[in-house]
Nanobody
Framework: QLQLVESGGGLVQPGGSLRLSCAASGFTLDYYAIGWFRRAPGMEREGVSCISSSGGSTNYADSVKGRFTISRDNAKNTVYLQMNSLKPEDTAVYYC?????????????????????WGQGTQVTVSS
């Protein structure tokens, strides 16, 4: 069974940090670009960051540039999202998603419709 599982969410004060993990089971992430998305209450799901299957290309939403860093460890079949300098407006459910691409591709998919598999999400709450 193909599955993506997010973890690492929680409650953090403004200015704090969290590291989200996206672990895959049932398939290897080597052949997938991975994206992080989030949905705040009452809002549409929006793209946060994505990384190519090669790991050599990344993309960030303007709202998180300079604060969030995406990375991948294919040996652990896991992708990470390091979130620093968190703000209350970062509060949302965070989802990871996988898009099937060639091995070692530098393509970075930015549209939700491109992704084939989705995790169930992890809640991030930034509040004092």
């Amino acid at each position: 069974q193909l599955q993506l599982v997010e973890s690492g969410g929680g409650l953090v004060q403004p200015g704090g940090s969290l590291r989200l993990s996206c672990a895959a089971s049932g398939f290897t992430l080597d052949y997938y670009a991975i994206g992080w998305f989030r949905r705040a209450p009452g809002m549409e799901r929006e793209g946060v960051s994505c990384i190519s299957s090669s790991g050599g290309s990344t993309n960030y939403a303007d709202s998180v540039k300079g604060r969030f860093t995406i990375s991948r460890d294919n040996a652990k079949n896991t992708v990470y999202l390091q979130m620093n300098s968190l703000k209350p407006e970062d509060t949302a459910v965070y989802y990871c998603a996988a898009d099937s691409v060639p091995l070692n591709s530098d393509y970075v998919p930015t549209l939700k419709i491109e992704y084939d598999y989705w995790g169930q999400g992890t809640q991030v709450t930034v509040s004092s």
